[in-house]
């Protein structure tokens, strides 16, 4: 399984805790998730499900690139994904899907670099930054007795537009 984990892009500033669920893209967050999800549809890539945090910047990115690939149908809202979230949760929920599947999972850092190091690593313990808008491709993702996978790449927005 490929699995790929995208951060929502730039949102306005968080003004108190009751308001981060709601929190929206920004004009720049929204233009660049477009670009991101422009080069996705380049590369051809294909997703089965695309996973997103309940929160309102992950839910937009998750909607821009499901328009953008013709793929709304395959929009799903895990719970999980919102921060605070399981890592292990996560996986499983993954792990649920066929062997063959890609799965596009979009919610929120520190999580979804805990995530990664969890799957690449076994534990919490890789130094990695998703950047917003950053997108990262783990190939060979299974779930047996703990999570696995190999990191192939982990790529900012600005990387993905020089690879066009």
């Given at each position: 399984m490929?699995?790929?984990?995208?951060?929502?892009?730039?949102?306005?500033?968080?003004?108190?805790?009751?308001?981060?669920?709601?929190?929206?893209?920004?004009?720049?967050?929204r233009?660049?998730?477009?670009?991101?999800?422009?080069?996705?549809?380049?590369?051809?890539?294909?997703?089965?499900?695309?996973?997103?945090?309940?929160?309102t910047?992950?839910?937009?990115?998750?909607?821009?690139?499901?328009?953008?690939?013709?793929?709304?149908?395959?929009?799903?809202?895990?719970?999980?994904?919102?921060?605070?979230?399981?890592?292990?949760?996560?996986?499983?929920?993954?792990?649920?899907?066929?062997?063959?599947?890609?799965?596009?999972?979009?919610?929120?850092?520190?999580?979804l670099?805990?995530?990664?190091?969890?799957?690449?690593?076994?534990?919490?313990?890789?130094?990695?930054?998703?950047?917003?808008?950053?997108?990262?491709?783990?190939?060979?993702?299974?779930?047996?007795?703990?999570?696995?996978?190999?990191?192939?790449?982990?790529?900012?927005?600005g990387?993905?537009?020089?690879?066009?």
């Open positions: 490929n699995l790929f984990v995208l951060r929502h892009g730039k949102a306005g500033p968080s003004t108190d805790e009751s308001d981060d669920r709601k929190r929206a893209l920004t004009d720049d967050g233009n660049e998730i477009r670009k991101v999800a422009r080069w996705m549809r380049s590369k051809k890539f294909e997703f089965g499900i695309i996973a997103t945090s309940p929160l910047r992950a839910h937009e990115s998750a909607e821009i690139v499901a328009r953008s690939l013709g793929r709304k149908d395959r929009l799903a809202v895990w719970e999980e994904l919102a921060p605070g979230g399981d890592p292990d949760t996560i996986c499983y929920h993954v792990a649920q899907s066929r062997e063959d599947a890609v799965v596009l999972l979009i919610g929120h850092e520190p999580l670099s805990m995530l990664i190091s969890r799957i690449i690593a076994g534990n919490d313990t890789v130094s990695l930054v998703l950047a917003k808008g950053g997108l990262a491709k783990i190939r060979n993702y299974s779930f047996d007795k703990r999570p696995s996978g190999d990191l192939q790449w982990l790529l900012t927005p990387q993905m537009m020089d690879m066009r």
